[in-house]
């Protein structure tokens, strides 16, 4: 049994910060990736950042440069620092882990949070 606890999201005003963390627990195994995906309104779940465990990052063009992730292998938790948030940031945020190797991978996701940017 796999749990992903997600904490932090709220409602920001645009230009302000956010923090968002996830941590794991159960019978994890061996940790290949811990990231994090958003549903924003009116289109299709995408990926925001996501961090390996080798420590190499990946992240969409929209929030380069704005979000920053980072993952504690030991404690298999991520967090993702946003700065900077805009109106279109807005929406629910989804924590996604995947364990085993490249070659086999299981996902796990966690139920969600919601992030609010106003005007």
């Known amino acids: 049994q796999v749990q992903l606890l997600e904490s932090g999201g709220g409602l920001v005003q645009a230009g302000g910060s956010l923090r968002l963390s996830c941590a794991a627990s159960g019978s994890i195994g061996v940790t290949y990736s811990m990231g994090w995906y958003r549903q924003i309104p009116g289109k299709q779940r995408e990926l925001v950042a996501t961090?390996?465990?080798?420590?190499?990052?990946s992240s969409a063009e929209s929030v380069k440069g704005r979000f920053t992730i980072s993952l504690d292998n030991a404690k298999n938790t991520i967090d993702l620092q946003m700065n900077s948030l805009k109106l279109e940031d807005t929406g629910v945020y989804y924590c996604?882990?995947?364990?085993?190797?490249?070659?086999?991978?299981?996902?796990?996701w966690g139920q969600g949070i919601q992030v609010t940017v106003s005007s």
């Open positions: 996604k882990l995947e364990v085993g190797n490249w070659l086999s991978r299981v996902p796990y």
């Open positions: 961090c390996f465990s080798d420590g190499s990052t």
